[in-house]
């Protein structure tokens, strides 16, 4: 794989908050850039559809004014399985019909994690109801054409366990879930975190769910910081730092050849304090994915082609 097919993959996150203008879209795409990752408004404005289509139309376009795909961010505190949850739920696939996007990224089994009794009860009893709500909206993911892609997690300061922390328990209400249309986010960020949480290796993780991932997030981090190391300019608490690829501790040279061969978009998540310029961001990547790998041969899995990419 060279530079090029590396770029027809490459997106980059505009931060939430922020909505996109066409200079920026511009230089991203001048920077090699072929994907877009914007955050959706928040859930009551979901709930809004007079509102909803008005923002959606004019995130629309302005993405006319370049050639790059969208990938939307759900909200992050949206939840399917309450009633409110699941009416920003819907907003939210109104939203991506009317925007023209092809993934949408969803923070799914966002639970905290319960060993027994009442607590155990109470979040499988919220893990079902999320699954049901997800499972009733298949068909019209399908019609619309639309992936939802849900994202694997990690605290973002040192905290208790949740669902999503895990991508295997990620990967298994996917396999519930089954559809074409539903499929997962791989953070690589949040898997280093994860493993290194837990004494464990993101190449192992990465590889146990390969086959259901259609989309990428791309950040480093330092992993689970035991050792009270904190660079200058560095939140000394926090795990998630999104810093760009090859500034932490994410160990590129063994996940390198799975990101490499699935084919799948990469959308770098990189915090505006530590972000270079487009083009910087976007070359530093290549160099780190790239480097002793001239190309990725061999025949694709079979299972790979299984979930929509694009």
Not at 40 to 56: F, I, Q, S, V, Y
Not at 107 to 115: S, T, Y
């Amino acid at each position: 794989m060279g530079r090029q097919e590396l770029y027809r993959r490459l997106g980059l996150n505009v931060p939430k908050g922020w909505f996109p203008t066409a200079p920026m879209l511009k230089g991203l795409e001048a920077a090699g850039f072929t994907w877009v990752q914007v955050h959706a408004p928040p859930r009551a404005m979901l709930c809004d559809r007079e509102r909803l289509l008005r923002h959606a139309g004019a995130l629309r376009a302005t993405l006319e004014t370049s050639g790059l795909h969208l990938v939307l961010h759900s909200p992050d505190d949206l939840s399917a399985g309450e009633p409110a949850h699941d009416r920003a739920l819907d907003g939210l696939l109104d939203y991506a019909a009317a925007t023209g996007a092809r993934q949408v990224v969803y923070h799914g089994a966002n639970l905290p994690v319960a060993d027994g009794g009442e607590a155990a009860a109470r979040v499988h009893t919220r893990a079902a109801a999320e699954e049901a709500s997800l499972s009733s909206r298949v068909r019209r993911l399908e019609r619309l054409g639309v992936t939802l892609a849900i994202e694997n997690l990690a605290p973002v300061y040192p905290g208790p366990p949740r669902l999503c922390h895990d991508p295997g328990y990620v990967r298994g209400l996917v396999e519930r879930l089954d559809s074409a249309r539903i499929a997962m986010t791989f953070d690589v960020g949040h898997a280093h975190i994860a493993a290194s949480l837990v004494g464990g290796r993101v190449r192992d993780m990465l590889d146990s769910v390969l086959d259901s991932v259609s989309l990428f997030h791309v950040h480093d981090n330092l992993g689970a910081r035991r050792d009270h190391g904190s660079p200058p300019g560095l939140d000394p608490l926090r795990l998630d730092l999104h810093l760009p690829p090859g500034s932490g501790r994410v160990p590129w040279e063994s996940i390198a050849e799975p990101l490499l061969e699935r084919k799948a978009p990469l959308i770098l998540e990189v915090h505006p304090p530590h972000r270079p310029e487009p083009l910087t961001l976007s070359s530093i990547t290549a160099e780190v994915l790239l480097r002793d790998r001239p190309s990725v041969g061999g025949a694709p899995r079979s299972a790979l082609a299984s979930v929509p990419l694009g």
